[in-house]
């Protein structure tokens, strides 16, 4: 069965500190993998994509890695803010799925950045 | 940038009410989808349309119906609101392919009471 776990469930960290999320995933076959984030009481925005031959993939603040052979994704986040509180949602998309409905989502992870 | 547009941040209704949340998104995509997010369940599928007219299930679509007459909005319906219906919806479109991503809308609290 597809499927994408997200570690920690939740993470509180302080103002300007760094963190790491991480994503595994039993998805196959693998096309891409995206991460969102979602502010509370809002809709998920994309951060990044990653594709079977990205290794790393940075977005500001953010940098993504991925392992395709471990099957392992994770989201490092430098000098955080106080906005990077959210949650971070990674997202696997099949290889076979050509009108999106079967994406596989995580549980996401609730980052919180305390002043 | 694509725009997904809910017509409600917040619903409040009764139970037994006919429910409409509508979707708008204004880039000429073709698939559309509509979830709910619960805590600690996630992101759940309950239907999408590939196409005008077009529906398809899925993971959970008792108690929802959908419609989509045009191209640019995907409706979403409770026949007759229950409590267990309160929940956050998030509708989203994208681009027919593989490689291609959502777009989601900002999400419709609705609470069912």
């Known amino acids: 069965k597809n499927q994408v776990e997200q570690s920690p469930q939740s993470l509180i960290i302080l103002e300007g500190k760094n963190c790491t999320l991480q994503?595994?995933?039993?998805?196959?076959?693998?096309?891409?993998l995206r991460w969102y984030k979602q502010d509370t009481g809002r809709g998920p925005v994309s951060l990044t994509i990653?594709?079977?031959?990205?290794n790393t993939k940075s977005n500001g603040r953010y940098t993504a890695t991925l392992d395709a052979d471990t099957k392992q994704s994770s989201l490092h986040i430098t000098a955080s803010q106080l906005s990077d509180s959210a949650s971070y949602i990674c997202?696997?998309?099949?290889?076979?799925?050509?009108?999106?409905?079967?994406?596989?989502f995580g549980p996401g992870t609730r980052l919180s950045v305390l002043p | 940038d694509v725009k997904v547009t809910q017509s409600s941040r917040y619903l409040v209704k009764r139970t037994g009410e006919k429910v409409f949340l509508e979707c708008v998104q204004d880039?000429?995509?073709?698939?559309m989808f509509w979830y709910r997010q619960d805590p600690g369940l996630g992101l759940r599928l309950i239907y999408f349309?590939?196409?005008?007219?077009?529906?398809e299930k899925g993971d959970i679509p008792e108690g929802y119906s959908v419609s989509r007459e045009k191209k640019e909005r995907f409706s979403l319906i409770l026949e007759s609101a229950s409590t267990n219906q309160t929940s956050m919806y998030l509708c989203?479109?994208?681009?027919?392919?593989?490689?291609?991503?959502?777009?989601f809308g900002s999400g419709t609290r609705l609470t069912v009471v």
């Open positions: 989203a479109s994208r681009l027919v392919g593989v490689g291609y991503g959502y777009t």
């Open positions: 994503c595994n995933y039993t998805v196959s076959p693998f096309s891409n």
């Open positions: 990653m594709t079977f031959s990205e």
């Open positions: 997202v696997v998309t099949p290889g076979t799925d050509n009108y999106g409905q079967n994406f596989v």
């Open positions: 880039m000429d995509h073709e698939n």
């Open positions: 349309s590939y196409d005008v007219k077009m529906k």
